[in-house]
């Protein structure tokens, strides 16, 4: 078989770190970091060091985005929290001071890796501005009490498209070559360090830092080599060689070199920040052993739990409103049990396009934060904070601020506990007996009220009516409908009520061409004392069915 190993591979570019960092002394008076872990009942807990007391980290990601351009000339809409010429004072102090008056006490925040403008200047060196901005945004967050959390999606140098992408080949590529090979493990822990080091030159508060997250969302690229070779055996830092042609000795090469990779990062940055928590974000695995070169990302997840020496975990896992669990997360995780680190949800939010209306995505964002803590979650951290420029997530000050409402700790003290949503036009279908003209195995009547986008399918083509009561003569000031239809096409429904003890008149009719997941609304004023509601589809070029039907008082 061809032998592979990495001694070919030039490391001009681990050598123009080690001068940097040879050029910025260490300082021997690193702050304490006042949030660490201990152990209680053989459990691993977040505490505050001055107090002693328990911290649970409760939290949003603050977000700022722009479209910017990359080193070879392109445009990239990406993280522009601290860019040059685009970090914002104003609305930075204003976010974090509203944070604090909400209970909340963490903020992740990104480092942008690779955009002009960003954390490296042109010479390969930390940008002096953005450097400066971060400090800035640390000493604002500490007069505010919320600890900052620094995220990063890839190793920050601005040459990094010839030095990275086309310096690994033929053997490794892009993460793979991050994670894998010495050199790349080598220019990770001599960013960081860099990094650190910076900070302290700075004089920026340390100890206000609540972690150093290694990657926001680390993944592998199996159609890359050397995942996406079959034959051949290779030589990985970690100074072990696997045999490329066996599917279970690249599985032990991924979850060997992740471990090795996360415990010398860690281990250089402990150098030079001796408390430091450090962290690594972790996204849903696939529910398969295989390494497909198919797959473009593939998460190992549970050996980073159990056996990296990383403090935290943060796994990131958003409610999909299709009647996925957290304890099918948990299994793909790998989580069960886990009692030797803190487990903390670093991203979860609601997706717009799954759900009918905010009250329903609020609904499910407070169940499942609560249900997680059966489960060994201990901290969340909401995405986002007030992302008004992305359009497909709720953040936390939309619907005048209901996110907020059910998540802030002044208002729901106990993460673990869900409380009565204070909603101004509550969805009085929610969970109301129904009865269809006919449905699937799967696909049940009383899905299409459960706030979920699990449809109701009647299995059949048009006509069909599902019936909903509302148990008691109720005023109706709106109607929502999202659509569960493929293909899409030119429909007709007829909305029908009744008043107890009268019969059905009806009410609207729509006509015209609808799609899968859209939501048909409209106001219902004049409507009073109804009690049933019956939608029939009189015309469909599906099988008749609805994701979601909202009442709403």
């Not at 604090?100 to 925040?109: A, C, P, Q, T």
């Not at 000795?249 to 471990?259: A, F």
Request: aromatic share 10%; net charge neutral; with cysteine.
């Amino acid at each position: 078989m061809k032998k592979r190993t990495l001694r070919n591979i030039k490391s001009n570019l681990i050598a123009c770190w080690a001068l940097f960092l040879i050029l910025l002394p260490m300082s021997a008076d690193a702050q304490v970091h006042r949030i660490g872990i201990r152990f209680v009942n053989d459990a691993a807990e977040f505490y505050d060091c001055e107090s002693d007391s328990k911290f649970i980290p409760r939290g949003n990601n603050y977000i700022r985005l722009a479209k910017q351009k990359r080193p070879d000339g392109g445009e990239l809409y990406y993280h522009s929290t601290f860019n040059v010429g685009l970090y914002d004072t104003v609305r930075t102090a204003q976010a974090l001071k509203k944070m604090k008056h909400y209970g909340y006490n963490v903020v992740r925040v990104f480092l942008n890796h690779f955009c002009d403008g960003g954390i490296g200047d042109k010479n390969s060196h930390l940008s002096h501005i953005y450097m400066n901005n971060v400090v800035d945004f640390l000493r604002r967050a500490k007069a505010n009490s919320i600890y900052v959390m620094f995220t990063i999606d890839w190793l920050p140098i601005q040459s990094r498209v010839s030095a990275v992408e086309n310096f690994w080949c033929p053997d490794f590529q892009c993460t793979n070559a991050q994670i894998l090979t010495s050199e790349g493990l080598q220019s990770n822990q001599l960013f960081f360090m860099r990094f650190i080091k910076e900070l302290i030159v700075r004089n920026a508060p340390i100890d206000i830092i609540f972690a150093y997250e290694l990657r926001n969302e680390l993944t592998f690229e199996p159609h890359l080599p050397p995942l996406s070779l079959s034959s051949g055996t290779i030589t990985t830092a970690n100074g072990k060689t696997y045999n490329l042609a066996k599917p279970s000795e690249k599985k032990k090469m991924l979850e060997e070199g992740l471990i090795y990779w996360i415990d010398q990062v860690r281990a250089k940055i402990r150098e030079v920040d001796p408390s430091a928590l450090v962290t690594v974000g972790l996204i849903p695995p696939q529910n398969t052993d295989v390494i497909s070169t198919d797959l473009r990302k593939l998460s190992i997840t549970t050996p980073v739990i159990w056996n990296s020496s990383a403090d935290f975990v943060d796994l990131h896992v958003y409610p999909i409103a299709d009647g996925t669990t957290i304890q099918e997360f948990v299994d793909r995780f790998g989580i069960a049990g886990v009692k030797n680190k803190p487990v903390v949800m670093g991203e979860f939010g609601t997706i717009k396009h799954y759900y009918l209306s905010i009250d329903a995505a609020v609904r499910d964002l407070q169940q499942w934060q609560a249900a997680s803590c059966a489960y060994g979650f201990t901290g969340w951290i909401l995405w986002s904070w007030d992302l008004d420029i992305q359009s497909d997530t709720y953040n936390a000050l939309d619907g005048n601020e209901s996110v907020n409402r059910v998540l802030a700790p002044v208002y729901r003290p106990d993460p673990c506990a869900t409380a009565s949503l204070d909603l101004q036009h509550p969805n009085i279908a929610l969970d109301k007996p129904v009865k269809a003209s006919r449905f699937t195995k799967n696909n049940k009547a009383s899905h299409a009220v459960d706030g979920t986008s699990l449809p109701w399918v009647a299995g059949d083509n048009a006509p069909q009516w599902i019936e909903i009561d509302l148990q008691k003569p109720e005023p109706i000031n709106k109607i929502r409908l999202m659509v569960a239809q493929t293909p899409a096409g030119e429909t007709i429904h007829q909305i029908w009520v009744r008043e107890s003890n009268k019969d059905y008149r009806m009410f609207k009719e729509i006509r015209g061409r609808t799609t899968d997941s859209q939501v048909l609304e409209f106001p219902t004023s004049g409507l009073t004392n109804i009690r049933f509601i019956k939608v029939v589809t009189v015309k469909s070029p599906s099988w008749v069915g609805w994701k979601e039907i909202e009442i709403i008082k």
